[in-house]
């Protein structure tokens, strides 16, 4: 990985499909299948974590949007792997390419984006909300 950030820099996450993180557990489906807001958390882990240490000191990257297909279902026991790969910075604005496989076949794709904040200003204006 790159030390600077910049278009090209990749990320991975994996997970393995099992009790909680279930479509059938969440409520999003009534199947016990891999969940699809599973899915766009784990596009979401890579994409974050293959930044994380590139944003600068006292700084972090929140998730602001995504626009994802969940393509194919994924059985219990099965291995899920997501990559993303920074495609576009515009301003404080990331843009990622995000793709999830199975053991078998692509499970989902599509494009991500996260914001770089002030981690401390950021916890800050949340906790001010409470």
Do not use: W, Y
């Not at 990257?61 to 576009?88: C, E, N, Q």
């Not at 390419?97 to 200003?121: L, N, Q, S, Y």
């Amino acid at each position: 990985m790159s030390n600077v950030l910049e278009p090209g820099v990749t990320g991975r996450a994996e997970v393995t499909a099992g009790p909680g993180n279930l479509a059938s557990d969440l409520g999003s489906g009534f199947v016990s299948v891999f969940s699809t807001p599973t899915m766009i958390a784990l596009m979401e882990t890579a994409a974050g974590k293959s930044v994380e240490p590139l944003v600068g000191e006292g700084k972090t990257t929140v998730g602001v949007r995504v626009d994802i297909r969940h393509l194919a279902a994924t059985p219990p026991g099965m291995k899920v792997v997501a990559r993303s790969r920074l495609v576009k910075i515009d301003g404080k604005i990331l843009t990622f390419e995000v793709c999830a496989d199975d053991e078998r076949e692509r499970i989902g794709e599509g494009i991500h984006e996260r914001a770089v904040v002030d981690r401390a200003r950021f916890v800050q204006k949340v906790e001010a909300k409470t």
